[in-house]
């Protein structure tokens, strides 16, 4: 499997920005699905954007809380993936994680074993 580690987390104020990284290594991620998660104590792990990665670009999907504030991105030479946050709000604090797989892309298809998760990076906002 892949392996995934993210970066870019840390604490800031509300309507601030932070961009997160996800490095993949391990393997090529052309053609592949890939998220990012976030999930905060005592809940499960809920889908915040995700990207299919043919070259460059690719269709993106947003969860209704972020739209137009969030965007995912992925660049294919550094085999990384992207996450711009902007006018971050409070309850955007959580764990965020980023994940990847093959085809199918569904949300309920990253709960196979064949999914890869990176560890994890924290995000703090403050009122």
């Known amino acids: 499997q892949v392996q995934l580690v993210e970066s870019g987390g840390g604490s800031v104020r509300a309507g601030g920005s932070l961009r997160l990284s996800c490095s993949a290594s391990g393997y090529t991620l052309s053609r592949a699905c890939m998220a990012w998660f976030r999930q905060i104590p005592g809940k499960g792990r809920d889908m915040v954007a995700s990207i299919y990665t043919f070259g460059d670009g690719g269709p993106t999907g947003y969860a209704d809380s972020v739209k137009g504030r969030f965007t995912i991105s992925w660049d294919n030479a550094e085999n990384t993936l992207y996450l711009q946050m902007n006018s971050l709000k409070p309850e955007d604090t959580a764990m965020y994680y980023c994940?990847?797989?093959?085809?199918?892309?569904?949300?309920?298809?990253?709960?196979?074993?064949?999914?890869?998760w990176g560890q994890g990076t924290q995000v703090t906002v403050s009122s």
């Open positions: 994940a990847a797989r093959k085809l199918p892309c569904a949300v309920s298809a990253y709960a196979y074993e064949s999914t890869s």
